[in-house]
């Protein structure tokens, strides 16, 4: 079955350090992934998609991700944290030729000062 | 873009009373319509989707049950509410295809 690893239920980064969120999927066929980012008491807001494009992604707010066939891995990366990116973000996967979106458990960012 | 109304925002219900949660969709037709629960502290939880109108696929046996009325209408109950059915509820669509999922803004119900 197709499942979803996050790495690190918690991170924290200082202000203007690199974020680097990892996520690893298991899949016998490259699947699309998903990046979302979640406030508080809010629902989920698409960051970046994989659709098997180009396997350097970049989203929305400064962040990216890079598709690794050969690591199965859609990590999700930005060079710089604001204090503003503090919340939590969730990997998905969607299989093709599925309707089901399968989340990883989710990583809390934590920015500190 | 799609945009998907939920409400009410925060509902405080005993346990034993009946649910009734709706989401609607403005901006597409035909949408696939999803309902998730999120507990304190995890990630999201698959409870139904429906790929047309009549049509739910439940994906985990519970005390919930999902009806779709209309195109773009989505609606979750329970005739008696459980302390477990506590949690932050989200409806999403996306249309037909391997498209990406919009998210309404959830439902946060606390069962007591």
């Known amino acids: 079955a197709q499942s979803v690893t996050q790495l690190g239920s918690h991170v924290s980064v200082s202000e203007g350090a690199l974020v680097l969120l990892r996520c690893n999927y298991s899949?016998?066929?490259?699947?699309?992934l998903f990046w979302y980012v979640q406030y508080p008491n809010q629902g989920l807001q698409l960051l970046l998609k994989?659709?098997?494009?180009?396997?350097l992604v970049k989203g929305i707010n400064g962040f990216e991700a890079e598709f690794k066939k050969s690591e199965t891995s859609f990590h999700l990366t930005k060079p710089s944290a604001h204090m503003s990116d503090a919340a939590e973000y969730f990997c998905?996967?969607?299989?093709?030729?599925?309707?089901?979106?399968?989340f990883g458990t989710g990583t809390r960012l934590k920015v500190l000062a | 873009s799609q945009t998907i109304h939920q409400w009410p925002a925060t509902l405080v219900q005993p346990v034993g009373s009946p649910l009734s949660l709706e989401c609607t969709v403005e901006?597409?037709?035909?949408?696939?319509l999803y309902w998730y629960r999120q507990a304190a502290g995890r990630g999201l939880q698959l409870l139904f989707y429906?790929?047309?109108?009549?049509?739910i696929s439940s994906e985990v046996p519970q005390n919930l049950s999902a009806s779709r009325p209309q195109d773009r209408q989505f609606i979750l109950s329970s005739k008696k509410l459980l302390l477990s059915d506590s949690g932050f509820y989200l409806c999403?669509?996306?249309?037909?295809?391997?498209?990406?999922?919009?998210f309404g803004p959830g439902t946060r119900l606390l069962v007591l």
């Open positions: 998905v996967v969607r299989p093709p030729g599925t309707y089901k979106y399968i």
């Open positions: 429906s790929v047309g109108i009549g049509q």
């Open positions: 994989y659709t098997s494009a180009a396997t």
């Open positions: 899949s016998s066929v490259p699947p699309y």
């Open positions: 901006g597409t037709s035909n949408p696939n």
């Open positions: 999403a669509c996306n249309r037909q295809g391997p498209e990406t999922q919009y």
